[in-house]
């Protein structure tokens, strides 16, 4: 896929392409301040926000789930205990990517636990954070669990498709596009969006733009 197709992609979510900028005007900004602190700290923030951007632009909402993850626990070493930012990105992380929650808690609780030992802090700060992350979890997951994305990410030509295919009319009588091409199309768009069916696609498809659909076809 063509860098100007990835851009397409991306900017049809205009969240996840807020993330992919800041990121990059993070990277730029950390690599300005290695000139007036500690270079090993902000040379490792700048990278780590370049490979978040990198990630998010290429892979995107898995892309940005674990790149931000990684980070995260790099993060552990770096921070105080009652700092928790480290939990913060890993809620951001598993939000965005819901399959990897139990690995990346785990994870979490092992670097956790060795970033602790290395700095030979007492047990009371363990607890401390532990429950204070479990407070986060809790209250994250009362306050979230009912939000679930729901825009989806497209390429220009399949929202042309997308379009056809709303106002009624089958893969065959599509004329801006080969036959192979509206399908390959619409495989891209299904996987990308996890959708099984074409009609999964379409249905989201259709209550994502429901407004500028009717508005089109009274016209």
Do not use: W
């Amino acid at each position: 896929m063509t860098l100007k197709k990835r851009y397409e992609i991306i900017k049809s979510d205009k969240l996840l392409f807020s993330i992919f900028a800041i990121h990059l005007l993070l990277a730029f900004f950390h690599f300005a301040y290695t000139f007036y602190s500690d270079g090993v700290q902000a040379i490792l923030r700048c990278s780590f926000c370049f490979l978040i951007a990198l990630a998010t632009f290429f892979h995107l909402r898995k892309g940005f789930a674990l790149s931000i993850l990684l980070y995260g626990y790099v993060l552990l070493y770096f921070n105080n205990f009652f700092n928790y930012t480290s939990f913060l990105f890993l809620l951001f992380a598993v939000y965005c990517l819901p399959k990897i929650q139990k690995p990346a808690l785990i994870l979490y609780a092992l670097n956790v636990f060795i970033a602790f030992s290395i700095r030979d802090l007492k047990i009371l700060a363990f607890g401390i954070h532990a429950k204070n992350c479990l407070l986060f979890y809790i209250c994250a997951k009362y306050l979230f669990a009912t939000i679930t994305p729901h825009i989806l990410l497209l390429t220009n030509d399949e929202r042309i498709v997308l379009d056809e295919l709303a106002a009624g009319k089958l893969q065959k009588q599509i004329e801006q596009f080969s036959q192979n091409t509206v399908t390959r199309l619409l495989k891209n768009a299904m996987t990308r969006n996890k959708c099984n069916t074409k009609q999964e696609l379409l249905n989201k498809y259709l209550n994502e733009n429901h407004q500028n659909i009717v508005i089109n076809s009274k016209d």
